[in-house]
């Protein structure tokens, strides 16, 4: 396991669809390891594959519940939205305002190659939505309502 080193915006990399897996492999839970030890020594609540410069649909999460690592992650129900402040490891020292549904439901395949289904609410719901962008090319700075940058009332 490693840290690898995270993609920061204007890096080409973060704007590009990534591939579906088509085997889970040695090399793809090596990826799944380093994505998880590089998203906790940054103290993130995610990590998206294209941010360690690799092009596979590969997320995790952890928002304090467990590590969820999600292999072809795909939202097949969303509900509600509400608006909050989001943050981004590949955009450091920025925070703004992004709406995303209060309710998601994500299936995956695990690293076991079983399929799974994750439902989230607010902040996993949150974290769901923003990691699955990244696999498409999207970053939440496409997205800001408003830009909190340094307000000292968030």
């Known amino acids: 396991m490693a840290i690898r080193r995270i993609l920061r915006e204007g890096d080409e990399t973060l704007r590009k669809t990534s591939r ?24 993130g609540v995610g990590l998206a594959a294209p941010q360690v410069g690799v092009l596979r649909r590969v997320v995790v999460i952890d928002v304090g519940e467990g590590l969820l690592e999600l292999i072809n992650p795909e939202i097949v129900e969303t509900e ?66 408003e830009d909190v940058t340094g307000r000292e009332d968030e």
């Not at 088509?22 to 590089?38: G, H, V």
């Not at 925070?95 to 995956?108: D, G, H, L, N, Y």
């Not at 399929?115 to 607010?122: D, H, N, R, S």
Request: proline share 3%.
């Open 20 to 43: 579906p897996v088509t085997e889970i492999d040695k090399r793809l839970k090596t990826l799944l390891d380093d994505m998880a030890d590089t998203m906790y020594a940054a103290d």
């Open 80 to 145: 509600g939205s509400y608006v909050d402040v989001e943050g981004c490891l590949s955009v450091p020292g920025r925070r703004a305002t992004v709406e995303r549904p209060e309710r998601c439901v994500v299936q995956a395949i695990n690293r076991k190659g079983q399929l799974i289904e994750v439902e989230g609410t607010g902040l996993l719901a949150r974290a769901l939505c923003h990691e699955l962008d990244h696999l498409d090319g999207v970053l939440y700075v496409d997205k800001i309502i």
